[in-house]
């Protein structure tokens, strides 16, 4: 089972953190820059996914996707909830957090914990001013601190910036990385929120 060299001495387990909920067309385009990498795991998150992403998820495990498991939820969706399910279920020292229509480069993981244990970060994000704020890595322990990502914010967004907020809050640093050079799916705004019961994604944005 691989697991992420870091330097120092040490090596740290990383679990990749994906959730998937109509998105399956996407994950099946990006699941393999993750897997591409030297993880200890990627769990997909199927939160009632009317793709069925568990068994095409499953379909693949015997194949390429030893490191993937496939959790089931049927709730409307809520991405601070289905990041924290995947959270608990993992196992790694560090979580990365990707939504799935998210594709990284080679080493992307890598970096991100170089970077984090060479300025003591317990969280590192994408620096971006777009969709891509969302992309994280933060320590198992930083998340257990704060009890993972706010659940009670249902609408679309912010909860990336609330759940950094809360870790500084909390007295733990964290830091910005640019040129990560991640491959976005572009999709209208009907795609982000079809499956929030605010269908505008401005007004959406506002229930957080």
């Given at each position: ?16 953190v994906t ?111 777009g969709n ?77």
């Amino acid at each position: 089972m691989a697991i992420a060299a870091t330097g120092a001495g040490a090596v740290s387990t990383v679990s990749i953190v994906t959730t998937c909920k109509g998105r399956l067309q996407h994950l099946k385009q990006t699941v393999w820059s993750m897997l591409a990498q030297d993880v200890h795991e990627v769990l997909v998150v199927d939160y009632g996914c009317p793709d069925h992403v568990a068994e095409w998820v499953e379909s693949q495990a015997a194949q390429k996707l030893q490191f993937v498991r496939a959790i089931n939820n049927t709730d409307q969706f809520n991405g601070s909830r289905a990041r924290n399910i995947g959270a608990r279920h993992s196992t790694g020292d560090y979580i990365a957090f990707l939504d799935a229509d998210v594709g990284i480069p080679f080493g992307y993981v890598d970096r991100f914990i170089r970077e984090m244990k060479w300025n003591d970060w317990q969280l590192a994000c994408v620096a971006s001013n777009g969709n891509l704020n969302g992309q994280c890595v933060v320590a198992r322990k930083a998340w257990e601190s704060v009890r993972g990502l706010d659940e009670g914010m249902v609408g679309w967004g912010f909860d990336d910036i609330d759940f950094y907020d809360r870790i500084q809050r909390a007295g733990m640093s964290w830091g910005k990385l640019e040129n990560c050079k991640l491959s976005l799916i572009v999709h209208g705004d009907e795609a982000s929120t079809r499956f929030h019961e605010e269908k505008d994604k401005e007004l959406s944005a506002k229930r957080n």
